[in-house]
């Protein structure tokens, strides 16, 4: 029904900076929250930050001050700039989105992932 197509991960170095991009595609009425969590090796899924059709975003404590989160809601896009990487930062990233379907249906959809490694 939705899907969605992350992109920008890859390696860089400790202090160096990545965009992620997510497009969400399908029978969408609406996206309400967009949001990006992520993993790594043996750990569980966490948030990293989300945002609101209005504009209003929220950061796990880890991504305040060094990520932004943004949306273009005309394109259903959300994009998470992250500078200040640190090797802690290595994961992989995942893209969510919330909202309504054209069919009056509620959805939540994820992205499959892309990895972010950042060395040291």
């Known amino acids: 029904q939705v899907q969605l197509v992350e992109s920008g991960g890859g390696l860089v170095q400790a202090g160096g900076s990545l965009r992620l991009s997510c497009a969400a595609s399908g029978s969408i009425f609406s996206i309400n929250l967009m949001g990006w969590y992520r993993q790594a090796p043996g750990k569980q899924r966490e948030l990293v930050a989300t945002?609101?059709?209005?504009?209003?975003?929220n950061y796990a404590a880890s991504a305040k001050g060094r990520f932004t989160i943004s949306r273009d809601n005309a394109k259903n896009t959300t994009y998470l700039q992250m500078d200040s990487l640190k090797p802690e930062d290595t994961a992989v990233y995942y893209c969510?989105?919330?909202?309504?379907?054209?069919?009056?249906?509620?959805?939540?959809?994820w992205g499959q992932g892309i990895q972010v490694t950042v060395s040291s």
């Open positions: 969510n989105t919330r909202g309504i379907l054209i069919a009056s249906l509620d959805f939540v959809s």
């Open positions: 945002i609101t059709s209005g504009g209003n975003t």
